[in-house]
């Protein structure tokens, strides 16, 4: 089957957008924040509808997609493994022909990178990626924008990324490289980030083993659960082998005077982060949390009304 050609814009990683594009975003994202606090209306998409599909369930990821359709005078539906025919083996394909001519947007929140990308290939509709295995770029607009509220611009600053070369670090990977700053990885032998996007993005990003030395000087340190979902039977082996990942006080110790801590959340305190740093003055958690929000709002924002 050949895909069907459209014209629409998805946004499956961060490099669905380019750089000015991204900035742009960001920046929309905080105006559409102070907008929203000032009380003021603003209500683009009547009777528009977002398709909201998780294979993989979510707090956030639900509650801010659903809000944003809401406040933008729209309308999101949600939809799990047991309201759709994919989870009963409908091909992705047909799943994405049909639902494309009936809603106005689609995010889904999976396991496969593969499985939004076919969907995205036959879907007449713009196509979001809530989060797979691969990546998870809709949380680092958030991270990009809640940096830039609090530090301004994150160009030719230092990110340390402590734990799990996972969905999180790709998508750190690829925001080094379309925001322009240096990212340090710190993880455990056989947990380093895919290869290849490790590869594509040396000019930009390096593995250093050691935690502490990853957050020397850094401005933004971020981390990530040990075990993430699907991952749980490893948790008693990879807590034994993260243990001296923990971004705790005497790792931010090392990173730059102002440095801010986040975390995509949910966290575990004692695990990955010590209960000092997330709920210490460097923590800005609950604001980047918030922004996904926001950052969310912008990008359907973006993805519904594409620049003529």
């Given at each position: 089957?050949?895909?069907?050609?459209?014209?629409?814009?998805?946004?499956?990683?961060?490099?669905?957008?380019?750089?000015?594009?991204a900035?742009?975003?960001?920046?929309?994202?905080?105006?559409?924040?102070?907008?929203?606090?000032?009380?003021?209306?603003y209500?683009?998409?009547?009777?528009?509808?977002?398709?909201?599909?998780?294979?993989?369930?979510?707090?956030?990821?639900?509650?801010?997609?659903?809000?944003?359709?809401?406040?933008?005078?729209?309308?999101?539906?949600?939809?799990?493994?047991?309201?759709?025919?994919?989870?009963r083996?409908?091909?992705?394909?047909?799943?994405?022909?049909?639902?494309?001519?009936?809603?106005?947007?689609?995010?889904?929140?999976?396991?496969?990178?593969?499985?939004?990308?076919?969907?995205?290939?036959?879907?007449?509709?713009?196509?979001?990626?809530?989060?797979?295995?691969r990546?998870?770029p809709?949380?680092?607009?958030?991270?990009?924008?809640?940096?830039?509220?609090?530090?301004?611009?994150?160009?030719?600053?230092?990110?340390?990324w402590?734990?799990?070369?996972?969905?999180?670090?790709?998508?750190?990977?690829?925001?080094?490289?379309?925001?322009?700053f240096?990212?340090?990885?710190?993880?455990?032998?056989?947990?380093?980030?895919?290869?290849?996007?490790?590869?594509?993005?040396?000019?930009?990003?390096?593995?250093?083993?050691?935690?502490?030395?990853?957050?020397?000087?850094?401005?933004?340190?971020?981390?990530?659960?040990?075990?993430?979902?699907g991952?749980?039977?490893?948790?008693?082996?990879?807590?034994?082998?993260?243990?001296?990942?923990?971004?705790?006080?005497?790792v931010?110790?090392?990173?730059?005077?102002?440095?801010?801590?986040?975390?995509?959340?949910?966290?575990?305190?004692g695990?990955?982060?010590?209960?000092?740093?997330?709920?210490?003055?460097?923590?800005?958690?609950?604001?980047?949390?918030?922004?996904?929000l926001?950052?969310?709002?912008?990008?359907?924002?973006f993805?519904?009304?594409?620049?003529?």
């Amino acid at each position: 089957m050949d895909a069907k050609p459209t014209l629409c814009r998805h946004f499956l990683t961060l490099f669905d957008l380019s750089p000015l594009e991204a900035r742009t975003l960001i920046a929309r994202a905080s105006e559409l924040k102070r907008q929203l606090k000032r009380g003021e209306i603003y209500r683009p998409f009547p009777h528009r509808t977002l398709a909201m599909i998780f294979e993989k369930s979510s707090t956030r990821t639900r509650v801010s997609f659903e809000a944003g359709m809401v406040q933008l005078g729209g309308h999101a539906l949600f939809l799990s493994p047991r309201d759709t025919q994919l989870g009963r083996g409908e091909p992705i394909e047909d799943s994405a022909r049909v639902l494309s001519r009936m809603v106005d947007a689609v995010m889904i929140r999976t396991f496969k990178q593969d499985t939004v990308e076919r969907f995205a290939a036959y879907s007449s509709v713009p196509v979001i990626n809530g989060l797979t295995d691969r990546c998870h770029p809709c949380q680092l607009l958030a991270d990009m924008q809640t940096y830039h509220e609090h530090r301004g611009d994150i160009r030719g600053r230092r990110v340390a990324w402590i734990g799990d070369g996972n969905n999180m670090c790709h998508s750190f990977m690829e925001a080094a490289q379309l925001f322009d700053f240096e990212l340090r990885i710190a993880c455990p032998e056989g947990f380093e980030p895919d290869a290849a996007l490790l590869a594509a993005a040396a000019d930009h990003c390096t593995i250093i083993r050691d935690p502490a030395e990853a957050a020397a000087g850094a401005h933004l340190v971020s981390t990530d659960v040990w075990a993430s979902m699907g991952q749980e039977e490893e948790q008693a082996q990879r807590q034994a082998l993260f243990a001296p990942y923990q971004v705790n006080d005497d790792v931010m110790a090392r990173a730059a005077g102002d440095a801010l801590f986040m975390h995509c959340l949910p966290a575990h305190r004692g695990e990955e982060v010590a209960a000092s740093v997330i709920d210490g003055p460097q923590s800005v958690v609950w604001d980047e949390a918030e922004n996904r929000l926001h950052a969310q709002k912008a990008l359907l924002e973006f993805l519904l009304r594409p620049a003529s």
